[in-house]
């Protein structure tokens, strides 16, 4: 009983050695964080109606959920591995499906990534490093209003993370076993995610190869060693989904041939990077092709779009690692502070690059990916500075040119939106000044120590910090799955350059399948009424809108061309055998269906020509209760 008493005050007050502040502070930032990720969380309905289809399908089908399809009949699958999906869906299955199913993995995964990045941080920076780095990754804008949706990024990022805290263990002890860990949490990320989530292995290998203790050879043959474990961690469930014969599993959405291999090369592979760009849309550094992150460059972290979503603490963030590493160069090569900066940064690299130069589509919320490495430096980059600051005069110039470069930053993103608390940028200059003066005065004093690193965090974290309470409290707006955070830009689903921004608006998740996806109820109950035996309510063009519709009914239905709507899922032969089978009898086409070249448009033509077109004055409705392209149903048999 001693026993369980002292390992329940170990996890609230920490262990005999801990400053008496520091558990207590964690649990603050830990339930910040749970507060942000999950207030007011039913107003977000079913947020990605996408996913959420696809875990409502789940939970009536284990075929549905083990592929991740978007229906329970498992016609077609998300364009993704279904991992987090697989999360959802178990919390579905135990609680029933709704928001909070659908959300609470989301919340949990993000505030278990703040404490798993407390804990890796600590080990190598000790206390008060980990304490901000936890404090920043949790008001970090975009990470908050990702994990208010249920995208895989917050599960994603937790993995990540993992991986990180892993290898550092394996840098620190030498271990293999730490390493393969590291390196299956990376697979777990790529049924995830796919390959974004391999932009870590460079950073985690080098940092490894290093600093780790064993000699040269072994690092090595440890290296191999995991990257035999990170092929089989990530490869299985590809592997076996692709074994199946095609007549047996879902077709693969997002591919071109079925396979989920076709998928990790194409659409969310080396698509993302090469691949062309969406609408024209430049933000502040210069124009181009963007889509929804603005133009492709050096600048694009920076700018109108996705600034204030990411960059508060990246300019401090390099300037800490820089001057981290050149304080620490002097050390042995095992030493892990200097191992973690090389890590963290070399994290931040390949992330800036991949989402700088990335040609394909490219979302903001993507750059939570980011925030792990940006919250780590800055923060034991920044103890390191403060300690040498301390310490010797001739560093004193770094740490204030650093302190003034973030509160410069600051304004310039809260001047963005000049109508949202216009007195917010003008605090921030005020708390920068105070925090550059104290730290000028009272370098070596004591008594004033803590209150200028006070008044120097306050600066640093009130422009993300409002911007993180501004999403949570603020109230969710639609934003089509494109999560952003703040003063948000206006965008829909064929808005994808920036739009003017919505003076006081909050980036949400509130998204219940676009505008295609209502249908009326007359229309709704026509097709129940005349299913019959049939697998599929009705058969549509795109998953949004038979997402939609999914989450309405509860009844399967197949979207025939995937997320873009130009999947090559359905084919006239497929279709054919459907009807003859008696497997669906409805099909929904839009007035333009069969304009373009393809697989559907092939479809359209061959339903025009042997379908029956129902007029609507049969259910008393018009096809659809949105604005949107006239639609015709058709009945097949």
């Known amino acids: 009983m001693h026993a369980g008493v002292g390992r329940l005050r170990r996890l609230f007050l920490g262990g005999p050695d801990d400053p008496r502040w520091s558990r207590p502070a964690l649990w603050g930032v830990v339930l910040a964080a749970f507060v942000l990720y999950a207030w007011n969380l039913p107003a977000a309905g079913y947020a990605n109606s996408y996913y959420s289809a696809a875990v409502m399908s789940g939970t009536e089908s284990w075929k549905a959920f083990f592929f991740g399809s978007l229906d329970s009949e498992s016609f077609i699958t998300v364009d993704k591995p279904p991992m987090a999906l697989w999360a959802m869906g178990l919390f579905a299955r135990v609680l029933g499906f709704g928001t909070w199913s659908l959300m609470l993995p989301q919340v949990l995964a993000g505030v278990a990534a703040v404490a798993v990045l407390h804990a890796t941080v ?9 304490l901000i780095a936890a404090g920043a990754l949790a008001l970090t804008p975009i990470t908050v209003a990702i994990n208010r949706e249920n995208a895989p990024d917050p599960s994603l990022v937790l993995f990540l993370v993992l991986a990180a805290g892993a290898c550092q263990r394996a840098i620190e002890t030498g271990r293999l076993t730490w390493l393969l860990a590291s390196a299956v949490f990376v697979g777990c990320g790529f049924n995830t995610k796919m390959l974004q989530a391999f932009v870590v292995v460079p950073a985690l290998a080098l940092a490894y190869l290093v600093a780790a203790r064993p000699r040269v050879q072994r690092r090595i043959w440890h290296l191999l060693a995991a990257g035999v474990a990170l092929g089989v961690s990530s490869s299985w469930w590809m592997v076996v989904v692709d074994l199946i014969p095609s007549g047996s599993r879902p077709f693969i959405g997002g591919s071109t041939d079925g396979t989920v291999w076709d998928v990790v090369i194409g659409f969310n592979g080396l698509g993302r990077i090469f691949g062309e760009g969406n609408s024209s849309g430049a933000g502040s550094f210069g124009g181009g092709s963007g889509g929804f992150g603005g133009a492709a460059g050096a600048g694009r972290l920076f700018n109108d779009i996705v600034g204030g979503q990411i960059s508060w603490l990246l300019p401090f963030a390099v300037l800490a690692l820089v001057a981290g590493l050149v304080l620490l160069r002097k050390r042995p090569r ?11 940064g070399g994290w931040l690299a390949v992330h800036y690059v991949v989402f700088s130069f990335a040609g394909g589509v490219f979302h903001p919320y993507y750059t939570t990916a980011l925030a792990p490495a940006v919250a780590a430096l800055a923060s034991s980059g920044g103890v390191l500075l403060y300690g040498a600051y ?5 560093w004193s110039w770094v740490l204030l040119v650093g302190v003034v470069a973030t509160g410069a930053w600051s304004f310039v993103l809260l001047n963005r939106t000049p ?4 007195w917010l940028p003008w605090v921030v ?7 550059v003066s104290t730290l000028a005065l009272w370098r070596r004093g004591r ?3 803590a209150a200028s690193v006070t008044i120097t965090l306050v600066a640093a974290l009130a422009g993300p910090g409002a911007y993180a309470s501004a999403t949570a409290f603020g109230g969710a707006k639609n934003s089509y799955g494109n999560a952003l955070a703040g003063p948000s830009m206006e965008q829909g689903p064929n808005e994808q350059a920036p739009g003017k921004r919505q003076p006081g608006g909050q980036g949400g998740v509130r998204v219940v399948g676009g505008p295609a996806a209502q249908l009326s109820p007359e229309l709704i109950g026509y097709l ?7 697998r599929w309510l009705v058969a549509v063009s795109a998953a949004q809108q038979a997402a939609g519709i999914i989450l309405s009914t509860g009844e399967p239905v197949i979207a025939m061309g995937g997320f873009t709507g130009q999947d090559p899922a359905m084919t006239v032969a497929r279709l054919q055998e459907y009807v003859k089978n008696g497997e669906l009898r409805y099909i929904l086409l839009n007035a333009s269906a069969g304009s373009r070249k393809g697989a559907i448009s092939a479809v359209a033509e061959w339903v025009r020509q042997n379908g029956t077109l129902i007029d609507a004055g049969e259910y008393g409705e018009s096809l659809s209760s949105s604005k949107g392209a006239e639609q015709q149903l058709y009945r097949l048999s």
């Open 122 to 130: 600590r080990r190598a920076a000790g206390l008060p490093a980990a």
């Open 334 to 344: 095992t030493d892990l502070p200097r191992a973690a900066l090389v890590l963290w």
């Open 390 to 394: 301390r310490r010797s005069a001739r």
């Open 419 to 422: 109508e949202w608390n216009p």
């Open 429 to 435: 200059v005020a708390a920068t000044v105070v925090a």
């Open 447 to 449: 008594r004033f120590a």
């Open 528 to 534: 129940r009424r005349n299913r019959g035996d049939a």
